[in-house]
């Protein structure tokens, strides 16, 4: 029985919903989990929305203060078949502005991380992995264009899958960076991912993108679907601890009958610098219509010269999104877009091929993040190469479009560590089979479980 059926199956107390909404508000102040929360939510199970997904009559601004007050006429794709399934919405979750972080802290209100609330939630989706993490009966809409559902996911020890790019429509998604935004879905289980993405995945006519992954099944083939691949060159990458925990997930589920492999891949620091010449050239010309005109209205004053006019519409941007439009500008222009922009587009397909060739043969895992749960302290130090040095091992499948889930496999000082498995496009229902069996065999804690039943 997944979450869902268990909810409608439980007798609930009365006043359960106001309650639930009165807890969660009042917990909310604490860890920055929400930046709006319907407080009329009163019957069906609840699902929460990232903030660059756009929810019909509800504030949507990508968590920036460029998009403040921005009220979309109309539901995204994902958020309409949540509605025709009978879920309910329950609040826009906090981010990075426009997706622009690995760790939550790009933003006005920092968020918390629920186990101990002086280490960071990760992100780019930090509030969805917090309310997942708190709330018995829920399910959170997500997005990850380079790691922004597994980062924050094993952060805040909860279970983040991003699928096949194309899987699921993107219709009223902000974009970021439109060849590799994915919208993907957190909860506490994977039973309840396959449900969920059962309802929202599939074509749409809004988004030429969108494929029917079904029609493309590429399943491993049978005698390969035991077989873990893990690549010797990620040890020099992680932390020791990471790596001695990460040992342990190794041995058990040699217990459990997979076959590990260990294979050489010289490629994985490719993959950090292409990802970021793409996704900031892409980001720069997304960011280009917050003018003050049509998008982004800040001010009507239309008697200041043009600079002044443009200077001041664009200056609620924060640093990091500044900085992403100046670089993803320069790697795009004429005199260097052949060394950057262009090189990084046939890196990306040199390592599409690279890892599909290991795809065919089975799984890749690796811990998600390289480093356990840091302090917001310590992060607030970290340099933007520092920043971006911590996706080492989230970008590689978000860059060549693989699905790929995040799963709670231990506890270092009571904060949870995440592990990434990885398998090739079209395949993403095996991933949902291995982690089913993982839970059979590993129980996740959570520090609170509101409303449960
Ligand atoms: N850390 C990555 C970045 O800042 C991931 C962002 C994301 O997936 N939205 O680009």
Redesign the pocket.
């Given at each position: 029985m997944n979450s869902i059926e268990e909810f409608y199956s439980k007798q609930k107390p009365d006043n359960y919903f106001q309650n639930l909404i009165k807890d969660l508000s009042e917990l909310n102040k604490k860890l920055n989990a929400f930046n709006n929360i319907n407080l009329k939510a009163n019957k069906n199970f609840l699902f929460s929305v990232k903030d660059n997904i756009c929810v019909k009559n509800i504030e949507t601004t990508a968590g920036s203060k460029i998009l403040e007050g921005y009220i979309p006429p109309f539901n995204a794709t994902v958020v309409e078949r949540m509605f025709l399934n009978n879920f309910e919405f329950l609040g826009k979750t906090h981010m990075?502005e426009f997706?622009?972080?690995?760790f939550g802290l790009n933003s006005e209100q920092i968020p918390k991380n629920p186990f101990n609330n002086q280490y960071v939630t990760g992100?780019?989706?930090s509030g969805a992995s917090i309310a997942t993490s708190i709330l018995k009966y829920h399910i959170a809409l997500a997005?990850?264009?380079?790691?922004?559902?597994s980062?924050p996911a094993a952060f805040c020890g909860v279970v983040g899958f991003t699928p096949t790019y194309g899987a699921i429509s993107r219709y009223g998604l902000i974009d970021?960076a439109n060849s590799?935004?994915k919208i993907g879905i957190i909860a506490r289980s994977s039973n309840d991912i396959k449900s969920v993405f059962n309802i929202i995945k599939g074509p749409d006519n809004y988004d030429s993108t969108c494929i029917d992954i079904n029609k493309k099944n590429n399943e491993i083939k049978n005698n390969k679907q035991n077989t873990i691949f893990i690549i010797n060159q990620i040890t020099d990458l992680i932390d020791e601890q990471v790596k001695s925990s990460f040992s342990k997930l190794i041995s058990k589920l040699e217990n459990m009958g997979f076959n590990i492999k260990y294979i050489d891949f010289d490629f994985l620091d490719k993959a950090i610098p292409t990802?970021?010449i793409i996704?900031m050239a892409e980001a720069s010309t997304n960011l280009a219509k917050y003018t003050g005109f049509k998008y982004g209205l800040k001010n009507n004053d239309f008697s200041k010269f043009y600079n002044d006019f443009f200077i001041n519409s664009r200056a609620d941007f924060r640093l990091e999104s500044k900085r992403r439009i100046i670089l993803g500008t320069f790697v795009r222009n004429a005199s260097v877009k052949n060394k950057y922009y262009h090189k990084a587009l046939k890196v990306r397909g040199f390592l599409i091929n690279k890892i599909k060739d290991i795809l065919k043969q089975g799984f890749i895992l690796s811990p998600t993040m390289p480093i356990l749960t840091p302090k917001i302290e310590d992060v607030s130090k970290l340099s933007p190469l520092q920043?971006?040095g911590t996706?080492v091992l989230?970008?590689p499948p978000?860059l060549c479009g693989f699905p790929h889930i995040s799963f709670p496999y231990d506890y270092i000082n009571e904060l949870p560590l995440g592990a990434q498995l990885i398998t090739d496009h079209f395949n993403d229902f095996m991933l949902f089979d291995f982690v089913e069996k993982w839970e059979k065999e590993f129980k996740y804690k959570f520090k609170y479980n509101l409303g449960s039943l």
């Open positions: 990075d997706g622009f972080g690995t992100g780019s989706s997005e990850s264009t380079g790691g922004s559902i980062a970021y590799l935004d990802y970021y996704s920043n971006y996706d989230t970008i978000n």
